[in-house]
């Protein structure tokens, strides 16, 4: 019930390892190349033809990038021996940990929206499994998606009965600190949280520290657009971003979206308020090979060149 399947694909960690690899995993973390103005953060895959395979040398090259904080969707599926590993590296490098999708594990069917007590289940033993991979990766944030449309019932009962289940799913994460982030989506016509003022709507109803906003700029584009507007509005409720242009869901620069605009005006707000956001890179490479990763990086030190 919790996330679309297709970004599993992206999290993927083959290719060959370079001769440097070796290097990275004996060496000290050096300074960064870029410093960027807003956290970025990279995911396994993304740099494996410059970094390797091994995700230990892969945190160290984004480390060395400028990318200071990790998003992993599939950590819940890691092992406890990997996630700590993970976590390890990550606390000496002085990366921060963005989002990871709670597993509801099985085949259950898809939605809150039903109201049904056994998909409410499933959802709240994998909000307390969470509580533990979050503890042990340091991570604060968890990305949750309701699922699909009950398409018999009326769309205010089915909001209610998210609302219903998520203020469930919050009473297990306050206690610690955490937060699951809603993330509407634009992959399939039957997902039930489509827009961003749905899901303020929502998480206004929920009423929780523990129940916040993931607005993810390609997703809205798609959905929605007036992005800045509609940025503006749910402010209050965002505690995360996701980044990728349109079309293609690939890095900034790619596609249609100014993505150095939007930048900017996320950082200015941010320090106005002082108030600080990871920017999840969810998106693929629009290029092949070390020279694609080359290119992304590339992208983001264009995007991120914003004046202050």
Not at 126 to 134: I, N, S
């Amino acid at each position: 019930m919790l996330r679309r399947n297709f970004v599993k694909s992206t999290l993927g960690i083959a290719g060959a390892a370079i001769a440097a690899g070796e290097t990275f995993a004996t060496s000290a973390a050096p300074a960064a190349k870029n410093q960027f103005k807003l956290k970025y953060a990279s995911h396994f895959g993304m740099f494996q033809n410059s970094a390797g395979k091994d995700v230990i040398d892969q945190l160290k090259f984004m480390a060395d990038q400028g990318f200071m904080a990790l998003e992993d969707n599939g950590m819940m599926g890691r092992s406890v021996e990997e996630q700590e590993k993970i976590a390890k590296e990550m606390s000496r490098l002085k990366m921060e940990m963005g989002v990871f999708v709670v597993d509801k594990g099985g085949n259950g069917a898809n939605t809150l929206a039903a109201g049904k007590k056994e998909y409410i289940d499933i959802f709240l033993n994998g909000c307390k499994k969470a509580v533990e991979v979050a503890k042990r990766v340091n991570a604060k944030w968890m990305t949750v998606v309701p699922g699909d449309f009950e398409r018999n019932l009326p769309i205010g009962i089915q909001t209610g009965n998210v609302i219903d289940a998520l203020r469930r799913g919050a009473e297990i994460l306050e206690p610690h600190g955490l937060v699951m982030v809603l993330e509407p989506l634009s992959d399939n016509p039957n997902l039930f949280l489509r827009t961003s003022d749905q899901t303020y709507e929502i998480c206004r109803g929920v009423n929780s520290k523990s129940c916040k906003i993931l607005y993810d700029i390609y997703h809205m584009q798609k959905n929605e657009g007036r992005l800045l507007y509609n940025i503006d509005k749910t402010w209050s409720e965002i505690d995360y971003f996701q980044i990728g242009d349109e079309p293609g869901r690939k890095e900034p620069t790619t596609g249609e979206i100014n993505y150095k605009n939007i930048f900017k005006y996320i950082y200015d707000r941010s320090k106005k308020e002082n108030k600080s956001f990871i920017m999840g890179m969810e998106h693929g490479n629009s290029q092949q090979g070390k020279e694609g990763e080359a290119a992304l990086i590339k992208a983001y030190v264009e995007s991120d060149s914003f004046s202050i």
